[in-house]
């Protein structure tokens, strides 16, 4: 069971260089968010999707923008990275909530990215 | 705006020492908490507690919700050092999927 895979691993990146980071899922899960990590630090929100075609904001969403084209894919972009982007940023994907029924949210391994 | 906080920030022990992590919240429409321990990787589930005064237990680890009082405790007993780890609480709630986390406490386990 492949759960939730986010790609890269690591990355490096030049102060206003873009990328995409992936994360897919493979449960059929409705809900998929994506957070960032600082040393020491919980989790921040910065994109979060209910479903395919819907994005909303979270706590840190600036400097970011995200798609949810297909259920099982939601994406992350930077297009011009920052420094203070410098991060280890996870996926997360959970059920749709029914009711008396619910499932936590699973997790992706992280990619860690360095803006230099 | 929804509010998640877990104290103490950190927290260095012995081992054997018996630990209690709090995280209290402030959130419209509560359906559930849930801890997770994140040790150098993604988070991992421990618990989920939706309704009050039930305790939820796995090993040395148990855990159990005041709906009153808003908050939560995560007990450790007996501390090993692989429990050293940042403890994560987040709620979820009815109408708004944003899954909030809480600070997280550090928790270091000295051998």
């Known amino acids: 069971n492949a759960g939730v895979t986010q790609t890269p691993k690591f990355r490096v990146l030049k102060t206003g260089q873009s990328m995409t980071l992936l994360c897919a899922q493979d449960?059929?899960?409705?809900?998929m968010y994506w957070y960032r990590q600082d040393p020491g630090m919980g989790l921040r929100l910065i994109h979060y999707s209910v479903g395919e075609g819907t994005t909303a904001k979270g706590e840190v969403p600036d400097g970011y923008n995200v798609s949810r084209l297909k259920k099982q894919n939601f994406l992350l972009g930077l297009e011009s990275a920052a420094p203070s982007q410098t991060s280890v940023y996870f996926c997360?994907?959970?059920?749709?909530?029914?009711?008396?029924?619910?499932?936590?949210?699973?997790f992706g391994q992280g990619t860690r990215l360095t803006v230099v | 705006e929804d509010k998640v906080v877990q104290s103490p920030l950190s927290l260095v022990v012995h081992e054997g020492d018996t630990v209690t992590l709090n995280c209290s919240y402030e959130?419209?429409?509560?359906?559930?908490l849930l801890w997770y321990k994140q040790e150098k990787k993604a988070p991992t589930f421990l618990f989920m507690l939706?309704?009050?005064?039930i305790e939820k237990k796995s090993g040395r680890l148990s855990s159990i919700l005041d709906k009153k009082e808003l908050f939560s405790i995560l007990n450790i007993t007996a501390t090993q050092t692989g429990d050293s780890a940042i403890y994560l609480c987040?709620?979820?709630?009815?109408?708004?999927?944003?899954?909030?986390f809480g600070t997280g406490t550090r928790l270091t386990i000295i051998p």
């Open positions: 959130v419209t429409n509560f359906r559930s």
């Open positions: 939706t309704s009050s005064g």
């Open positions: 987040y709620i979820s709630n009815f109408g708004n999927e944003k899954l909030t």
């Open positions: 997360a994907s959970s059920s749709y909530p029914s009711t008396g029924y619910y499932t936590e949210a699973f």
């Open positions: 449960m059929n899960h409705e809900y």
